[in-house]
């Protein structure tokens, strides 16, 4: 955070300066877990479920913390506020309103906001200094904690911005409004909390009629209800993807031995070739939303080319591949799931997989509501479809992708379902050979990311 008075953190938050000076000044950074206190920090102190920060507090001074963001005095310097995390986001605006020369990006949509908003930093970050969060920092307490990293020297902010609700965008664009605001797609992510993509489009919209009357809005041309938020938006509009139409295209794609997209770039400017090191077809669909908001950013098509060709994998458990010592290549997409992801990592480990034998590990996709037993079958289709060698489906919520696999009579494959984690572990060991491929993927409540570390431990049979 730049160097604050306590005194204007107060005035910012609405606060008021307990058992400090005025002028006492906060310089470090802003952190939520005292463990993480830096000389000159202010540490905000928020009541949870299962801890309050308050009583923490102590520690956080001793170690070095300028003062507390709290709601009660802590027995040393603090600023004392109605609501820590309301606060937050006020002192987050307030230091970004006091950083005029940096350009704010901002990505939203239903799937593949992290890695999206991952390349997108990788791009503009080869144009001057770059701030973004680690993995999915991107609600009310994440994105205000990543606006409170930018200093005077940061060029470029890029935000990620989840919405579980009508007037969450709203709220974070009200934090950090964007310059160049990103919508990917519109899917079924989270339909259990909306209710229907058409509520899903009202929400992600808000992104577009946040931006500033100079910003630009980046589309998704091939997603109707994102190309339709063009007319809730005064700013520029720009869009990306494989129609026609598109000012951000791609063209001759087609897709490595192992799964990495290839394509030309073309955008009203000229075009220029692309290499991938990401895994996937719906990929591209990022990579152009990312190219898409560099252009919009200012960087010229054969920088933003260059870019997205040496663009790494910036998050974990987001389509890491890893190969064994016995040859298992070992796919770990276990951060999240919903069913458009989960389609395009089955399609990712099915052309992977070719001449050799596949399996998928998948669990439970959450917060789907009343589709959800309807949208686990289809899954279960699709895998059984995709030629897969092996099914795991692990947890009673995710039982019904056992069953929409049962309905493909044509199906060769054998479906496992099991209960938990170790029991996938135990049946992915007796099952697996050299040169096998496997997918691990599911919702954040299924942990089956200790699925893939499992499988890459020294025995490959750890965590059970």
Same mark, same amino acid.
């Given at each position: ?49 299962? +801890? ?22 802590? $027995? ?8 820590? /995390? ?10 970004? &309103? ?14 593949? /906001? ?10 503009? %970050? ?20 990543? =606006? ?13 911005? $989840? ?12 934090? +950090? ?25 009202? #929400? /992600?919209? !808000? ?45 001759? !794609? ?19 070739? =692309?290499?991938? *090191? ?8 990022? +990579?152009? +939303? ?7 950013? $200012?960087?010229? =098509? ?7 060709? !040496? ?8 389509? &890491? ?23 395009? #990592? ?7 997989? *070719? ?7 998948? %669990? ?28 795991? @489906? @692990? ?11 049962? &309905? ?5 494959? &054998? ?10 572990? #135990? #049946? ?6 050299? *040169?096998?491929?496997?997918? @691990? /993927?599911?919702? *954040?409540?299924?942990?089956? !990311? ?15």
């Amino acid at each position: 955070m730049i160097p604050l008075p306590l005194s204007t953190i107060a005035e910012i938050t609405g606060g008021t300066v307990d058992g400090a000076p005025p002028d006492a000044v906060a310089g470090g950074p802003v952190v939520i877990d005292s463990r993480a206190v830096e000389p000159g920090a202010l540490f905000a102190a928020f009541k949870g479920e299962h +801890a309050d920060g308050h009583d923490y507090a102590a520690a956080a001074l001793a170690a070095g913390a300028a003062a507390v963001l709290a709601q009660r005095p802590v $027995g040393g310097p603090a600023v004392l506020v109605d609501d820590v /995390k309301e606060a937050l986001g006020r002192l987050a605006r307030g230091v970004l &309103e006091r950083l005029p020369d940096t350009t704010v990006v901002a990505v939203t949509g239903s799937a593949g /906001k992290t890695s999206t908003k991952d390349l997108i930093a990788q791009l503009v %970050g080869r144009a001057g200094p770059t701030v973004w969060p680690p993995g999915s920092f991107n609600n009310e307490i994440g994105l205000p904690l990543t =606006v409170l990293r930018a200093g005077a020297e940061t060029r470029y902010l890029v935000l990620e911005m $989840g919405a579980r609700g009508v007037g969450h965008i709203a709220y974070l664009t009200g934090i +950090a409004r964007p310059d160049v605001g990103v919508v990917l797609n519109v899917g079924t992510a989270h339909m259990g909390e909306f209710g229907s993509r058409e509520a899903i489009a009202r #929400a /992600k919209g !808000e992104m577009v009629e946040a931006l500033r009357p100079d910003g630009t809005a980046v589309l998704n041309a091939d997603d109707p209800l994102v190309s339709a938020m063009a007319s809730r938006t005064a700013g520029e509009v720009v869009t990306f993807g494989r129609s026609d139409g598109a000012a951000v295209r791609a063209v001759d !794609e087609a897709l490595d031995e192992q799964g990495r997209a290839r394509f030309t770039l073309v955008t009203p400017e000229g075009s220029a070739p =692309v290499a991938l *090191r990401l895994y996937g077809s719906h990929a591209v669909a990022n +990579a152009l +939303a990312a190219a898409a908001a560099a252009r919009a950013a $200012g960087l010229p =098509v054969d920088e933003i080319a260059a870019g997205l060709s !040496e663009a790494e994998p910036a998050s974990r458990w987001r389509m &890491e591949v890893t190969e064994r010592a016995d040859g298992v290549t070992v796919v770990n997409d276990a951060y999240n799931a919903n069913p458009d992801s989960t389609r395009a #990592a089955i399609d990712v480990l099915a052309h992977m997989a *070719r001449g050799r034998r596949a399996y998928a590990v998948l %669990g439970e996709m959450a917060e789907l509501g009343g589709s959800s037993a309807a949208e686990h079958a289809r899954i279960g289709r699709h895998a059984a479809r995709s030629g897969l060698d092996g099914l795991v @489906v @692990v947890g009673a919520n995710a039982a019904a992708m056992a069953e929409g696999a049962a &309905e493909v009579a044509s199906w060769t494959g &054998e479906c496992v379902q099991v209960d938990d984690v170790g029991a996938a572990v #135990a #049946a992915l060991s007796e099952r697996l050979a050299p *040169r096998d491929v496997v997918l @691990v /993927k599911g919702s *954040r409540v299924a942990g089956l !990311e200790r699925v893939a570390e499992a499988l890459l431990a020294p025995d490959g049979r750890a965590g059970r």
